[in-house]
């Protein structure tokens, strides 16, 4: 027998039943997005390695070693995208759209790259979903941010979230910090874990981030950016949490929180969960004001943010949404009965009721546990006694009550349906908009 081949490590297959938790994770922020005025943009899988190595910066993870970096055919160096946001603003200044209006509200969705080592929560190929808003400086835009995401995790029912916030600076305040930073960390060089040791000197910052728990607990005791920054960055960061505060956004300041990404200033924050294990962080985003201009567009403040799928995933609730399953089973007994159903099926489909039916020539109790397995709401049992005396049996699944339904005429019986289905609320069509 030939060998099987599988696929690459870090790297997964979505199967159906999983497939419906991440179109109702993709929806719900579709829709979501769209409401507050973000457009989608969809952006290259593919980009020249400079965009990253310039923007993400040179000293950091991503860049050092978690790239897939190749030599097209003609020699010139391409990345995978690791995340969307260069992507986005090199499309912003390509394509001029500053010009029509600088304010632009930006999101996109979809695959990124990155080669870490696979475990729970990291994956080489990732999905994310991001937002971004250009030409606003206003800490009220911060705030709108924030308060979408905390709306979209109710939305979806995933509790146990914190929302934490912190300060990066800007060019002007985070360069004595480095400086104090690296003096900190010179004392106690010898301490740190290989990583840090090599990146002491050009990336200080990064060792708040490190996973190490030697080094977390030397970042715990180090100087923190809040008390070095300029009277801008400090009116700006107070009046996030001002605002935030008067919307009843349940912010949580951690100065530790410093981003895998140089090109962050001002706010950066992150959503984390108690329910992940090691890599607790389902959002991360934050202000990146000299992005735009550091890759040649004009002088463009900006913010956004980038969630894990993956993540999201896996904090679903079991119970309370809804996964597309079908709203009505119907289960015929012998040939005619399963003439009627197909006929049904396609009378309601087109009204919005997702239906499916057996095929085969099956037992009733086989039938129900396929309705059962599917998750249908309903089952409409067509028997071939029943079909004579011209009468159907309909089951409410999750009340596990069941009633008779003319089966004749055919309008009236389709009109039955309906009006069962629609009164209990079909649970898909509620979130549909
Ligand atoms: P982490 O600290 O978990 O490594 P990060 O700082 O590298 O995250 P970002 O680059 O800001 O993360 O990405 C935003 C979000 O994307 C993260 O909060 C996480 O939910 C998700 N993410 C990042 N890397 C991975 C990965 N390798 N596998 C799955 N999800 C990921
Ligand atoms: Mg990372």
């Known amino acids: 027998m030939r ?3 599988k696929s690459i490590s870090g790297v997964k297959d979505i199967l159906p039943k999983d497939v419906k938790k991440w179109q109702l994770i993709e929806d719900k922020a579709r829709a979501l997005l769209e409401d507050y005025g973000f457009s989608e943009v969809r952006i290259p899988i593919i ?36 995340e969307g946001t260069a992507p986005v603003v090199r499309a912003y200044i390509e394509h001029s759209l500053y010009v029509k209006e600088p304010i632009q509200k930006l999101y996109y969705m979809g695959p990124m790259f990155r080669h870490e080592r696979p475990q729970r929560g990291r994956l080489r190929q990732f999905y994310q979903i991001g937002a971004e808003v250009f030409g606003i400086k206003n800490p009220s835009v911060d705030v709108e941010i924030l308060g979408l995401l905390i709306r979209y995790f109710e939305e979806l029912k995933i509790e146990g979230l914190s929302l934490q916030i912190n300060s990066l600076g800007c060019s002007r305040c985070r360069s004595p910090y480095v400086e104090e930073m690296k003096r900190y960390l010179k004392e106690r060089y010898k301490e740190l874990c290989e990583d840090c040791k090599r990146r002491w000197k050009k ?16 970042a715990s005791r180090a100087p923190i950016i809040l008390d070095f920054l300029c009277p801008e960055c400090h009116r700006h960061f107070e009046g996030v949490k001002e605002e935030g505060a008067s919307l009843n956004i349940p912010l949580e300041v951690n100065p530790r929180i410093v981003r895998g990404l140089d090109y962050y ?3 950066a924050f992150e959503i984390v969960s108690q329910c992940l294990g090691a890599q607790n962080a389902v959002v991360a985003g934050g202000r990146f004001d000299d992005l735009v201009k550091a890759l ?9 943010f980038a969630l ?7 904090l679903l609730p079991g119970e309370g949404l809804d996964y597309g399953s079908p709203y009505l089973f ?3 007994l012998g040939a005619e009965a399963r003439k009627l159903a ?12 997702k239906a499916e039916m057996e095929y085969e020539d099956k037992s009733l109790k086989a039938q129900m546990r396929r309705a059962h397995k599917l998750g249908a709401r309903y089952v409409l049992i067509i028997g071939d006694e029943e079909l004579k005396e011209g009468r159907g049996i309909f089951r409410d699944m999750s009340r596990k009550a069941q009633e008779d339904v003319p089966l004749d005429p055919f309008d009236r019986l389709i009109e039955e349906l309906r009006e069962r289905i629609n009164n209990q609320g079909c649970p898909g069509q509620k979130n549909r908009k």
């Not at 790239?67 to 995208?81: H, K, P, V």
């Not at 990336?203 to 030397?218: M, S, T």
Request: hydrophobic residues 30%; aromatic residues 4%; contains cysteine.
């Open 342 to 353: 197909t006929k049904i099926m396609s009378t309601v489909r087109p009204l919005k009721i």
């Open 308 to 314: 894990g799928v993956e993540r999201v995933v896996e």
């Open 203 to 218: 990336n200080p910052l990064r060792i708040l981030d490190c996973k190490k728990e030697r080094c977390q607990d030397i």
């Open 296 to 304: 040649g567009g004009p002088d463009t403040p900006a913010i956004g």
């Open 330 to 332: 119907i289960a015929p």
């Open 265 to 267: 200033t001002k706010t």
């Open 47 to 82: 980009e020249k390695t400079d965009l990253f190595s310039r923007s993400i910066g040179e000293s950091t993870d991503i860049v050092e070693k978690q790239m897939y970096t190749f030599l097209d055919r003609d020699g010139s160096s391409i990345t995978l995208r690791p």
């Open 3 to 5: 060998s099987i081949i």
